[in-house]
């Protein structure tokens, strides 16, 4: 969209790697950073857990009452976690280097990104999706509903991840923009937020849920069709 | 055949052209103001359930429809900036974003002192509000992105990418929230739908949205132009112009 690398040096290096070699690599290489750096990691989980410890301290611990605000508090703080973890996603390549190489790559910039930034929701998407129904069970949250919870949080925080990769490629050359990136794709990710809390709504009432689960897969598929050229525009803006 | 056209990116052409410009659209701007209110205050006959209190629409209906139509036209402006990277392009992206702000928070403010004798209370989660809420945010995140950054140059090219995010989000965000409200309960929905309205009621309406645009379009020139300055600060026509040289001999 903006700057496409179309000088002669760099389409030198002819593209040798087969396009899932080269996912296949990335993802491989990110995963073990972030393994590497655990902790990082592990924070969106604890916050996540630690969110979900506030609502029932801060209103009240009746079963009817937790179990009617579930779907929806889980789903924020499956929400809040994601954001919390997105400005790690291109910061720590950006600031060593690594980035740069990766532009420099004769292979198309989008594909890269989608690559990283599925390494980077296994990592703190994974963990939300598993913990979601234990905690769920803490707020009485009937075994009907829990199945439906897991699923629309599967389908949905991948959404979330790849939406919130835009804002991480628009801020990750710019100081303190945690706060900041929250605010520019908070918005962008309601969509995910309401259907998410509303399919398990409805299965929490015995009802079928399948609509709001069908528009979350619409959304991730069109997510993934569009948000890598997006991001891959934002990364070359914040390169520069 | 195209030399005008170029010659509108130029920006001390556009500087001087934009001058001229914003007169031209903010005194019929204000003409039609005029109209509009004496024909919507005056003329227009109170609403048979609403009273006088329909009336706000005379300002509410042009504020909303603006807060849309700016978002659009600065996405578009971000991506004729970002495509065909026209600086001129990305000073009016810049430019339209408080306006658009404002215009959104005037609906909001209108919404709410008519939802207060209409529906009992200022505010009601219903789809339009909601929407029109977050669009309020995608502003205030358009230009907290803008402000972010020192270079000029990387601030026009990610806030246009964020722009256009935006653009293509908010009907999924419309119509999201259109669904989910009537997954959630139904009488909200239909509380706003427009009845069909008179002629009487009609004209100083449409006047009103025509005046509202224009005088939009005025302003926008005289932002655009503010930010063209600042932006060529260094050059020599801007020296002439701030040393006051006049607008003719800077053509």
Not at chain 2, 92 to 111: H, K, N, Q
Request: charged share 10%.
């Amino acid at each position: 969209m903006s700057v496409t690398p179309s000088s002669p040096a760099q389409q030198a290096p002819a593209a040798t790697l087969g396009l899932m070699t080269l996912f296949a690599a990335v993802l491989k290489r990110d995963l073990h950073v972030g393994m590497r750096r655990w902790t990082d990691a592990s924070n969106s989980a604890l916050f996540f857990i630690l969110v979900l410890a506030l609502f029932p301290l801060a209103l009240s611990p009746k079963a009817e009452v937790l179990r009617m605000i579930a779907p929806g508090v889980i789903w924020i703080a499956a929400l809040l976690a994601t954001l919390l973890s997105l400005h790690l996603l291109f910061r720590a390549d950006l600031e060593d280097g690594t980035l740069e190489q990766l532009l420099m790559l004769p292979y198309p910039l989008g594909w890269i990104l989608l690559a990283k930034t599925l390494a980077h929701w296994i990592i703190t998407g994974i963990p939300v999706v598993v913990m979601a129904p234990i905690l769920a069970v803490t707020y009485h949250l009937p075994a009907s509903a829990l199945t439906v919870l897991t699923f629309s949080l599967l389908l949905g925080t991948p959404t979330l991840s790849l939406l919130g990769s835009i804002g991480a490629a628009l801020t990750a050359g710019l100081r303190s923009a945690s706060v900041l990136l929250a605010f520019i794709v908070g918005p962008l990710m309601l969509p995910v937020l309401m259907l998410g809390a509303r399919a398990t709504d409805l299965a929490l009432a015995g009802e079928d849920p399948t609509g709001p689960l069908y528009l979350l897969g619409a959304l991730l598929m069109l997510a993934v069709s569009v948000v890598p050229f997006m991001a891959a525009a934002a990364i070359r803006v914040s390169a520069d | 055949m195209w030399t005008w056209f170029f010659r509108l990116a130029s920006p001390p052409h556009f500087y001087a052209l934009a001058g001229t410009l914003s007169n031209w659209l903010l005194v019929p701007a204000l003409i039609l103001v005029g109209v509009g209110v004496w024909g919507g205050l005056v003329l227009a006959p109170p609403d048979y359930q609403q009273g006088d209190a329909f009336r706000i629409i005379y300002v509410h209906v042009p504020s909303a429809y603006l807060s849309m139509m700016i978002y659009v036209t600065m996405a578009l402006a971000g991506a004729i900036g970002l495509i065909w990277r026209i600086k001129l392009a990305h000073a009016v992206a810049a430019s339209c974003a408080p306006i658009g702000a404002s215009f959104t928070f005037a609906a909001l403010v209108t919404g709410a002192v008519w939802g207060k004798p209409m529906w009992g209370t200022y505010w009601e989660w219903d789809p339009r509000l909601t929407s029109e809420l977050i669009l309020l945010f995608l502003y205030f995140g358009y230009m907290g992105l803008r402000g972010a950054f020192e270079n000029l140059n990387q601030a026009d090219r990610a806030s246009a990418i964020l722009a256009i995010a935006g653009v293509v989000n908010v009907p999924i965000i419309h119509f999201s929230v259109i669904w989910w409200a009537s997954l959630h309960q139904g009488p909200t929905l239909s509380k706003l739908e427009a009845p069909s309205i008179s002629w009487d009621m009609l004209w100083p309406l449409l006047t009103m949205i025509l005046a509202f645009t224009l005088f939009f379009l005025g302003v926008l020139a005289m932002r655009v132009r503010g930010e063209v300055l600042e932006r060529e600060v260094q050059s020599r026509w801007a020296q002439d112009v701030l040393r006051g040289a006049t607008a003719a001999s800077i053509r």
